[in-house]
């Protein structure tokens, strides 16, 4: 059964820089592709930025509202992915969920919106400040 557990999150003031993880456990990990997305208060949930499964370079989209502030990332020895999210502004306050996606077959593959997403994670919220 796969699971995806995020951590990182938190209240930061705008400018500042926070990590996120997401843990992955119950099979192979490099098998997905992986995806981060976040829903912000009132508002529906928007894809962030995604990572091919595998490779000796992986392949990643980003949504042009983090493009040169965010960076997707992962280790597929941890299982784990991350988001490094710098430049913070208050418009990333949100709850930010990691999903799993089926690389169909293709390494390369990177998810640029929620169609086919598998296993998801519960979330955790970061809050920015002004």
């Known amino acids: 059964q796969v699971q995806l557990v995020e951590s990182g999150g938190g209240l930061v003031q705008a400018g500042t820089s926070l990590r996120l993880s997401c843990a992955y456990s119950g099979g192979t990990f490099s098998n997905y592709a992986m995806s981060w997305f976040r829903q912000a208060p009132g508002k529906e949930r928007e894809f962030v930025a995604s990572i091919s499964g595998s490779g000796y370079v992986y392949d990643t989209y980003y949504a042009d509202s983090v493009k040169g502030r965010f960076t997707i990332s992962r280790d597929n020895a941890k299982n784990t992915v991350y988001l490094q999210m710098n430049s913070l502004k208050p418009e990333d306050t949100a709850l930010y969920s990691c999903?799993?996606?089926?690389?169909?077959?293709?390494?390369?593959?990177?998810?640029?919106?929620?169609?086919?997403?598998?296993?998801w994670g519960k979330g955790t919220l970061v809050t920015v400040s002004s």
């Open positions: 999903a799993a996606s089926s690389t169909y077959g293709n390494s390369h593959y990177v998810p640029t919106d929620d169609y086919g997403m598998l296993h």
